[in-house]
Nanobody, 124 residues
């Protein structure tokens, strides 16, 4: 099991940027693919981005492609989500998640550990 703690959320104006961090504790961070998901009020949790255990492979939702970048530092056991050109529709609680396996997945059920989430609010 791995414990995940997100940080970096907040209130930002449309067009602004935020960087989310997810610090992991526990075993084998460097062998796990990591993902970011988000959930807006009244909506289902949706995939945002994912990165393989080595960092060599990434995947993004179409809605964030070209604006968001996921990265990781296996020495620091931390995964990041750089969010640029933010839009009001990006407003949501953002969750970090870890897989047991090394390869990326866009499916929430493929992730076995979840953080508590961090709120991102984008004002127009």
């Amino acid at each position: 099991q791995v414990q995940l703690v997100e940080s970096g959320g907040g209130l930002v104006q449309a067009g602004g940027s935020l960087r989310l961090s997810c610090a992991a504790s526990g075993r084998s961070f460097s062998t796990r693919a990591m993902g970011w998901f988000r959930q807006a009020p009244g909506k289902e949790r949706e995939f945002v981005g994912a990165i393989s255990s080595s960092g060599g492979s990434t995947a993004y939702a179409d809605s964030v492609k070209g604006r968001f970048t996921i990265s990781r530092d296996n020495v620091k056991s931390t995964v990041y989500l750089q969010m640029n050109s933010l839009k009001p529709e990006d407003t949501a609680v953002y969750y970090c998640a870890a897989r047991i396996f090394a390869l990326v997945s866009t499916t929430p059920n493929d992730y076995h550990s979840w953080g508590q989430g961090t709120q991102v609010t984008v004002s127009s």
